[in-house]
């Protein structure tokens, strides 16, 4: 048990770092910095390669980590708690590639500074942009909510 420490490290530092890297380069957008929005979302994009790569990787070393809470917590918030994450994280995932590619399509760079352009695309781009965000956030949540209860309140036997 003592690896998957490292890994759960990874993947929470990575959920972390991309909640807030995601919110500077809202900031980024909304103060008209189109080259920093730009790097920042790329940056984000990075975080979030890494954490697919890492949760994959945790989930090939550890395996199943068993819950050692009553049943009815079992069953009626963690397993609801898993399957919203699960499904929250994987849209997040689909919609993160929506963002990237509507941004790359929808801007033009011009005298070293890039611009979204005021077209059907840009405004999809800010849109599915900040429900990306919101996706990533809630990911972030019910990945830390996941981590508290299956190491904190119930505390799985160490073999």
């Avoid at 395996?63 to 049943?71: L, M, S, V």
């Avoid at 999809?124 to 900040?130: D, E, I, K, N, S």
């Avoid at 809630?138 to 160490?158: D, K, N, Q, R």
Wanted: proline share 3%; with cysteine; aromatic share 16%.
């Amino acid at each position: 048990m003592g690896g998957i420490w490292l890994w759960w490290d990874v993947i929470l530092v990575t959920e972390a770092v991309l909640v807030v890297v995601g919110a500077f380069g809202y900031l980024a957008a909304r103060r008209g910095s189109g080259n920093g929005h730009h790097w920042l979302m790329l940056a984000a994009t990075v975080v979030v390669v890494v954490w697919v790569l890492a949760y994959m990787i945790m989930s090939l070393v550890a395996g199943y980590i068993r819950f050692d809470g009553p049943q009815k917590v079992f069953y009626y918030a963690f397993i609801p708690l898993i399957l919203v994450h699960s499904l929250i994280s994987t849209v997040a995932l689909f919609l993160c590639g929506a963002a990237v590619s509507l941004g790359f399509k929808a801007s033009r760079r011009a005298d070293g500074k890039r611009r979204l352009e005021a077209s059907p695309q840009g405004i999809q781009h800010r849109r599915v942009g900040l429900l990306t965000y919101w996706f990533f956030a809630g990911s972030a949540v019910t990945a830390y909510a996941a981590y508290a209860m299956l190491y904190f309140y119930y505390h799985p036997p160490v073999v």
